[in-house]
């Protein structure tokens, strides 16, 4: 995989861990380790979001190497 991409897979899982942790236990790590929406929260969210968007790329990948 390239170095993008594991950045990216790093970035979905940490989302996906927050969120897990959310719905289980309403404890939101980004927020308790960076605070409430600041600034710094605000930007780790925003580089989840496009890591999840990018990730989507994934499953086209995979369907491509289906095919060959």
Same mark, same amino acid.
């Given at each position: 995989m390239r170095t993008f991409d594991m950045i990216s897979l %790093? %970035?979905? $899982? @940490?989302g996906? $861990? &927050?969120?897990g942790l959310i719905g289980f236990f309403r404890f939101d790590?980004?927020?308790?380790?960076f605070g409430t929406m600041s600034g710094f929260t605000r930007v780790i969210?925003? %580089?989840? /979001? @496009?890591? /999840? @968007?990018?990730?989507?790329?994934?499953?086209? +990948?995979?369907? &491509? +190497?289906d095919i060959e």
């Amino acid at each position: 995989m390239r170095t993008f991409d594991m950045i990216s897979l %790093l %970035l979905v $899982v @940490i989302g996906a $861990v &927050n969120w897990g942790l959310i719905g289980f236990f309403r404890f939101d790590l980004v927020a308790s380790l960076f605070g409430t929406m600041s600034g710094f929260t605000r930007v780790i969210y925003a %580089l989840v /979001g @496009i890591a /999840g @968007i990018y990730a989507i790329s994934f499953f086209a +990948r995979d369907q &491509n +190497r289906d095919i060959e």
